[in-house]
């Protein structure tokens, strides 16, 4: 892999998509280590294809997809395999994308900053519209689940740097949420969303 | 509550769906006591609202509703309240339908009944074509989730005649299947799908 490859900026509370190749990757970096960063695969040649939370789940017999598991579409076929994580490997397929609806339930009366828009913004920005806005993987996210099955809000174990690899196993589009909660820990205690990179490896 | 309403019968690995109007119930019962029922709520008004497993589970804070939680829609309202659980209250909100690519994965090489086609078929004896086969609720499924996030293909916990009875929060559709899975035990040890019932009560 290309370690020159040039490094793209995820704005804070901002959204990006960019296209794979089958065979190629994405490196996404925790800048500063405390960013959630929502994640989706499109099938590049039907959009209608994605990569699906409740569909990976049964296929790697885990919450919490690893290093070395092939993430799986709605269609039940691989289409990225989770190649390396620097992090200690806790992330999310749990909790939709925040939403202007979710923002309005925590108490705001104003439009909010979301993931949800930020997949549409994101995918617009290469003429695409995603048919809806699939369960994401929440890299970072840490929803520690108890044994009677109730969940928490906690902080990302992550640290400044941190990252994934994600490779292609089909022609695909990646979009990319930094998430803007700001309400809830999810991001850090200091409840600050910040930016976080990207680059495409070949 | 109308203790008198017609038993409707959910035949063994098919799908039906009815309607109901705010402030009606529906019961479900596991007349067997091992069949695990897929199920699904949609706005009457417009279809693309509809019970989400990804947006109830950060609204309850829980992977399990249990008897007194609302069930949020993708809009987060609350379309549905689980009114009563006669069960232990042991049901699934992280695993996909099956369907047939499901069943190719698990060594099918010819066509399986499934929960998502018995989500359309059931739909379509009414006139109505969802637009997608959202994540359902899967009554009496038993995913054990272990604290590494690994999960395992669970037996029910529920005994015969166990019912839950969800309650209307807006004019919808509620779509229910009896699951054809014969391969992995989630309808028991005995891979032997069975019929369920539901009443619909004023």
């Not at 509370?13 to 994405?26: D, E, F, N, P």
């Not at 939370?53 to 919450?63: A, D, F, K, V, Y």
């Amino acid at each position: 892999m290309s370690e020159t490859s040039e490094l793209h900026t995820l704005p804070a509370r901002s959204g990006r998509a960019v296209r794979l190749k089958k065979g190629q990757s994405i490196r996404i970096i925790n800048t500063h280590g405390q960013q959630v960063v929502d994640t989706w695969a499109f099938n590049a040649e039907d959009l209608r294809e994605f990569m699906s939370m409740e569909h990976l789940r049964p296929t790697i017999g885990s919450i919490r997809p690893t290093a070395g598991h092939k993430l799986h579409t709605n269609r039940r076929r691989p289409i990225l395999t989770f190649v390396e994580d620097t992090s200690p490997g806790i992330h999310d397929t749990l909790m939709a994308a925040c939403d202007n609806y979710r923002y309005g339930l925590l108490g705001c009366t104003e439009y909010h900053d979301n993931c949800t828009d930020n997949l549409f913004a994101g995918m617009q920005r290469l003429g695409l519209t995603p048919p809806e806005c699939p369960s994401p993987l929440n890299l970072w996210m840490n929803i520690p689940v108890h044994a009677d099955g109730s969940t928490e809000w906690g902080v990302p174990v992550s640290k400044p740097g941190d990252h994934v690899v994600l490779r292609a196993e089909m022609d695909c589009v990646v979009a990319m949420s930094a998430c803007p909660q700001d309400i809830l820990p999810i991001n850090g205690e200091n409840l600050k969303p910040t930016e976080a990179h990207y680059q495409v490896l070949d």
